[in-house]
């Protein structure tokens, strides 16, 4: 089975109230399919997951010198909000 290539909790006052119903938001590697981050999750952390939800969020431009003004578009990956069975969480933030 393919790996998920980089998968990293997102911590902001969104996903922290997320976190008393029972979802996460994850950000993953932008070429991972749903399906193939749910067999994942649920092998990794032996959850059970009811749906999963995905977005890229905007881009952020990056400006550098006052003269020739290079624009550089930064590097984004997907970003996926999880929802967990009643009863199941995540080991490392448990939410009781």
């Not at 070429?31 to 997951?49: M, P, R």
Request: hydrophobic letters at 35%; proline letters at 4%; aromatic letters at 10%.
């Amino acid at each position: 089975m393919d790996e998920v290539q980089y998968v990293n909790l997102v911590l902001t006052e969104k996903s922290i109230d997320l976190f008393e119903k029972n979802q996460y938001i994850l950000n993953v590697d932008s070429g991972s399919t749903k399906t193939k981050i749910k067999k994942w999750i649920e092998l990794f952390f032996n959850v059970k997951v009811i749906g999963l939800n995905s977005y890229r969020p905007p881009k952020k431009r990056e400006k550098r010198g006052k003269i020739n003004q290079i624009m550089k578009h930064q590097i984004h990956n997907k970003r996926i909000i999880i929802k967990l069975k009643p009863g199941y969480s995540i080991p490392l933030f448990r939410y009781q």
